[in-house]
C-alpha cells in the first residue's frame, strides 16, 4: 500500500530541511524526498583534494541563516545535535583590487568607516547602516513575507509610519537603483563600492543590475551585525544536524529517489510518484524545483494551471554559470598585505568596474579576462578543516558561462567546452590572479580539485546551466514576480501544492527563508488559506 503522510517534501536543500523540520516539530507527519544520494543539496563536505583537508564543496558561509527566522526556529534543536559555528569578531572581509590595494570590513562599523579617505563618506556610510536597523523590522517583514499579501501590507505601512512619503520613497528608488549607481549617488570615495559591490555575485546579481541600491545595505548590515559564521567541522556537519533533527522527529527520509511526477486528482495535489511507488500527502506537499521542472516536468498536462503560467514557467530565465576551486596549500600563504591572513573571504576585484565588465564578459557568453575571484579561507576560523599547520582556499567564480562562445583574453580553447583542457588553463588563470597578491602560491600548492559549471547542473538539478541560484535575480524576475509574475506566491495554482527553493521568494542564500516561511503558513494558515 501507498505511505500517506500530511505533507510530502520535495528536495533536501537547506528550504526542504527547514519547511521538513518545522512541520515535523508542529506535529505533521512529512516525508523527505531527495534525488540525490545524500541529503543537503549544495551543502556538502568533501575531502576533493588530500587527505585531511575538508572543502565545502558548494556554499559554506552562514550569516543569512544565523540572522535569519528559520535559525530562530530551529537554533536550539540543531545546535543540541552537534551543530556549531565558527565566526570572527575582527575582519569579517576584503577587497583587493588589481593594484594591490586592499580595503576592509571589521565587524564594529566604526572601525570600517575610519579607514575611509573622506570625512563624509565615514558619516555616510555609518548613516546607511544606522538607517536600514532603524527599519530592519520594517525590511526583513517584506523579505519573509509573501509579496503580496496583508502582512507584506502591513510591513509597508510601518515603514511608512517611520520614514513618511519621503523616506519610503527613498528606499523604493534604491530598489530600483544599481549598486553602482548608489555608490555614486551616496559616497565620494570608492572604500564602499569596492567592498560591497563584488558582494551581490552572491546574491545572483552584478553591479549593474536593479535593486543593488537595497542589497547593499543589506549585506553590509547583515555582516557586520553577524559576521561570517561557518560550522565547524566543515558544512556537512550542518546537514548531519538536520538529519539528526530529522530523525528525532520521525520523518521518513528518501535519498536516492527522484521524483517522477506529481499526483493531481480533482484539481488538488495528492502526493508523488518516486522510486516506482506513490507517496501520498493529506494535506500539502511542497517542492523544492524550479519553475521549468515544476510546471514543466512534473505536474501533468491536465493539472488546473493557467496556460500563461506554464508559458512563463518556459520562458524563465538562468544566470550565469559558476565554478568552485578548492586549493590544498603546505602552509598559509604571505599575502603582500599581511593583514589579508587573517581575513575569512576576500574579494580579488576593482569593485564595479572590474566586476561589471567581467559579468558582461560571462552573459557574452565569453570567459572573463580577469574574473572576480572569491577566495574563502575557512582554515582562519577553524583550523580543524586542514592538517596543522596546513592551510586551503575556497574559490569561487560567479561570472562564467555555461556553455562558453570564446575567451575575452584571446588564449584559451573553448571548443568542446568545459574540456578537462580548458578547466585546466581557466584555473591556472584564476590561480595567477591569486598569486598576484600571495606570491607564494605556486610553492605551497599542494593540490586542486575544480567542480566546474557542467558538474554543478550535474549535481543538483536545480542548478540549470549551471546557475547555482536557481534563476536570474534580476528585478524583473525577483520579489514581487519571482519566480513568475502569474504565480509569484508560494502556493501554486493547484490546490495543496506549494513551491519552496531559491527561485522563489525572497531568492538564493543559505537562509532557509522560503522554508520557513511555506512551513508558518501551513501550520498557522492565514484565514484565507484554510479553506485550500
Not at 539528526?244 to 521524483?259: F, K, M, Q, S, Y
Request: proline letters at 6%; aromatic letters at 6%.
Amino acid at each position: 500500500m501507498a505511505r500517506t503522510v500530511d505533507a510530502v517534501v520535495v528536495g533536501s536543500g537547506v528550504n526542504g530541511l527547514v519547511a521538513a523540520a518545522e512541520l515535523a516539530k508542529a506535529g505533521w507527519s512529512v516525508a523527505l524526498v531527495e534525488g540525490h544520494r545524500r541529503l543537503g543539496g549544495f551543502i556538502a563536505t568533501e575531502e576533493r583534494t588530500l587527505p585531511g583537508y575538508l572543502h565545502d564543496t558548494y556554499s559554506s558561509w552562514h550569516p543569512l541563516f544565523v540572522s535569519g527566522a528559520a535559525y530562530a526556529a530551529l537554533g536550539d534543536d540543531l545546535h543540541r545535535h552537534g551543530l556549531e559555528y565558527r565566526n570572527t569578531e575582527g575582519i569579517v572581509t576584503g577587497t583587493v583590487t588589481d593594484d594591490g590595494r586592499a580595503v576592509l570590513a571589521h565587524r564594529d562599523a566604526t572601525t570600517t568607516a575610519q579607514a575611509f579617505a573622506h570625512a563624509e563618506d565615514r558619516t555616510a556610510y555609518l548613516a546607511m547602516l544606522q538607517r536600514f536597523l532603524d527599519n530592519a523590522d520594517a525590511i526583513g517583514g517584506l523579505l519573509g513575507s509573501e509579496p503580496r499579501s496583508s502582512r507584506a501590507l502591513r510591513h509597508a505601512a510601518r515603514m511608512l509610519r517611520r520614514e513618511r512619503l519621503t523616506g519610503t520613497e527613498a528606499w523604493l528608488r534604491a530598489t530600483l537603483t544599481s549598486a553602482r549607481s548608489y555608490c555614486r549617488s551616496e559616497f565620494r570615495g570608492d572604500e564602499v563600492d569596492l567592498l560591497w559591490t563584488p558582494w551581490l555575485l552572491h546574491a545572483g546579481l552584478s553591479p549593474d543590475h536593479a535593486s543593488g541600491g537595497l542589497m547593499l545595505p543589506i549585506l553590509a548590515a547583515t555582516m557586520h551585525g553577524f559576521g561570517l559564521p561557518v560550522v565547524a567541522g566543515g558544512a556537512a556537519n550542518f546537514v548531519a544536524a538536520f538529519e539528526a533533527l530529522l530523525g528525532e522527529l520521525r520523518v521518513d527520509i528518501r535519498t536516492g529517489t527522484p521524483v517522477e511526477r506529481l499526483i493531481v486528482t480533482d484539481g488538488r495535489v495528492g502526493g508523488v510518484v518516486c522510486g516506482g511507488e506513490s507517496i501520498l500527502a493529506r494535506r500539502a506537499v511542497l517542492a523544492s524545483v524550479t519553475p521549468t521542472a515544476l510546471y514543466g516536468d512534473l505536474l501533468p498536462a491536465t493539472a488546473p494551471v493557467p496556460a500563461a503560467v506554464r508559458e512563463q514557467a518556459r520562458r524563465y530565465r538562468y544566470g550565469r554559470a559558476a565554478m568552485q576551486i578548492h586549493v590544498a596549500l603546505s602552509a598559509p600563504l604571505h599575502w603582500s598585505d599581511d593583514r589579508l591572513a587573517a581575513v575569512p573571504l576576500l574579494h580579488l576585484s576593482d569593485g564595479s568596474a572590474g566586476t561589471a565588465i567581467a559579468c558582461a564578459e560571462a552573459e557574452a557568453g565569453l570567459l572573463p579576462r580577469r574574473p572576480t575571484v572569491v577566495v574563502g579561507q575557512q582554515h582562519v576560523l577553524d583550523p580543524s578543516r586542514v592538517p596543522e599547520g596546513a592551510a586551503a582556499l575556497w574559490l569561487q567564480l560567479q561570472e562564467l558561462p555555461y556553455e562558453p562562445g570564446g575567451d575575452a583574453a584571446g588564449e584559451l580553447d573553448v571548443t568542446g567546452g568545459w574540456t578537462k583542457e580548458l578547466t585546466e588553463g581557466y584555473v591556472r588563470r584564476v590561480l595567477s590572479r591569486v598569486a598576484r597578491h600571495a606570491r607564494d602560491l605556486p610553492d605551497k600548492l599542494l593540490s586542486w580539485d575544480a567542480v566546474t559549471p557542467p558538474d554543478l547542473a550535474s549535481d543538483n538539478p536545480n542548478a540549470v546551466a549551471g546557475d547555482p541560484y536557481g534563476g536570474s535575480a534580476e528585478l524583473d524576475q525577483n520579489l514581487l514576480w519571482r519566480p513568475l509574475p502569474g504565480a509569484s506566491r508560494h502556493a501554486t495554482p493547484v490546490a495543496g501544492l506549494w513551491q519552496i527553493g531559491a527561485s522563489t521568494h525572497p531568492g538564493p542564500g543559505l537562509g532557509g527563508g522560503s522554508g520557513h516561511l511555506v512551513a508558518q503558513q501551513l501550520v498557522h494558515p492565514p484565514r484565507r488559506l484554510r479553506r485550500r
